[in-house]
């Protein structure tokens, strides 16, 4: 059986036995009644726990700044659709292009380039509206509190002394913050390093800190709390499928998230028949799959399908290596520098480093399972400083997979691996 696997922004095939198919896991089907634009300008009028944005400009005795908060280069997020509405309503509230900054919640990311600035924000906003990244390194940031687990938050100055404070960003499942979407926009998105490295610090090794779970995940708790002290005025998020936009929620973040974690589970929640030998999952194609970094989330997802000792295939195109940000270098330093899972538990609990948790997460996914890579990588780098076994294609890596497994193994395809939450 030939399935199609997301690369990059085109697919590749992988050609399984039919007596060796457990089974293909996808989300479910999801049919949204009306277009994308009205879902939108749905959400817009109908926000949950705020005013419309017009009320909430209404009130504000100052309201010569607005700052709109969207996703980066690594997030699907249709924020070309969002956009246009959503400064209707501004427009409306008479405010003008002058009056608002766009900023890219970039966390720990490199900077959103020119080029993709205007492929994310669409041409023709992106030459009207003045837009800047977060530079989680810089000095531009502001203190402004603590949270219960003794976060200290610094968000960016442009963001903090904005009158009026909108988030856009789209809800999937994360791997350890239970849901992208909501708070996410604050902490990491316009944070500083020190602050995402202590929400890191304090709440990464919990075991409630994992995907699909917001009540009792403390990095989500942590992370909200944070976003209430940034002051919030106003959310608008999407949930997406292969398809397109399938809803939209606005309003106060947390109901947004909330909302949209709903919808989500609805469609990304499956189950498989069984745990199978050798697990095929594709990081879900641009741009998820833009370095390993993001990518390794699909192969995190897919330890909860795979047996002991078992096989994964990761199909990733990961057309810049390992990435550009700061989180993305110390991930590659540290899988050079470490050797076992323990060292680097010991240096993250001493000093908590951004990218070293994902070098951690990577050894802890070596002791379960063997690991395929197929992408534009190196096989140097994907063999010596990844450790992973270096395929040219899914089907090569396949055929590898069942010598080490046996021929009469199982197989399990999961082609939106980064999206999908799936369990026995």
């Known amino acids: ?17 039919e007596k060796n198919l457990l089974g293909v896991l996808r989300p479910r089907k999801f049919e949204p009644e009306k277009k994308p634009e009205e879902i939108i300008r749905e959400a817009l009028r109908n926000p949950v726990g705020t005013g419309r944005i017009g009320e909430i400009i209404r009130k504000k005795k100052k309201k010569d700044k607005v700052v709109i908060v969207v996703d980066d280069h690594t997030r699907p997020c249709p924020t070309d659709r969002i956009l246009p509405p959503l400064l209707e309503e501004l427009y409306s509230s008479g405010i003008k292009d002058e009056d608002i900054l766009i900023i890219f919640a970039t966390g720990s990311h490199r900077s959103v380039k020119e080029e993709e600035a205007e492929i994310l924000l669409g041409k023709e906003v992106a030459s009207r509206i ?33 009158d009026v404070k909108i988030l856009t960003g789209d809800v999937e499942i994360h791997y350890f913050a239970g849901y992208g979407g909501g708070r996410k926009s604050i902490l990491p998105g316009v944070c500083s390093y020190s602050t995402i490295q202590q929400n890191y610090k304090r709440n990464f090794f919990h075991p409630n800190s994992k995907p699909g779970v917001l009540d009792g995940n403390p990095m989500y708790e942590n992370m909200t709390e944070a976003a209430r002290l940034a002051g ?19 309003g106060d973040f947390d109901s947004v ?24 999952t594709s990081a879900n194609g641009s741009p998820h799959d833009i370095d390993l970094y993001q990518a390794y989330k699909a192969l995190h997802l897919g330890l909860n399908v795979v047996k002991d000792n078992g096989a994964i295939i ?27 899972k323990e060292e680097m538990q010991k240096e993250l609990k001493r000093e908590f480093i951004i990218g070293g948790h994902k070098a951690y997460y990577h050894l802890k996914a070596l002791e379960r399972a063997n690991i395929f890579l197929v992408s534009e990588m190196p096989r140097e ?10 395929s040219e294609t899914p089907d090569e890596a396949l055929k590898e997979a069942f010598e080490i497994t046996g021929k009469n193994a199982k197989v399990l395809v999961i ?8 369990s026995v």
């Open 1 to 17: 059986m030939k399935i199609s696997l997301p690369y990059g922004k085109g697919e590749l095939f992988i050609d399984v036995p």
């Open 130 to 162: 003045s837009y800047i990244s977060n530079d989680c390194r810089g000095s531009d940031f502001v203190y402004i509190g603590t949270t219960s687990r003794g976060t200290e938050v610094s968000v960016k100055r442009a963001f903090h002394e904005a």
């Open 232 to 250: 919030v005025d106003f959310t608008i998020n999407v949930v997406q499928t292969e398809d397109g936009i399938v809803g939209a929620f606005s």
């Open 257 to 280: 998230l909330r909302n949209g974690a709903a919808l989500v589970d609805r469609i990304y929640k499956v189950h498989a028949k069984a745990k199978a030998d050798i697990v095929v």
């Open 314 to 340: 990761l199909v990733a195109e990961c057309r810049e290596g390992v990435g550009n940000g700061i989180g993305h270098r110390n991930y590659h330093r540290w899988m050079k520098k470490f050797k076992t």
């Open 381 to 390: 780098e994907v063999e010596e400083t990844f450790r992973l076994r270096y």
């Open 415 to 422: 082609p939106e691996g980064i999206t999908t939450l799936s």
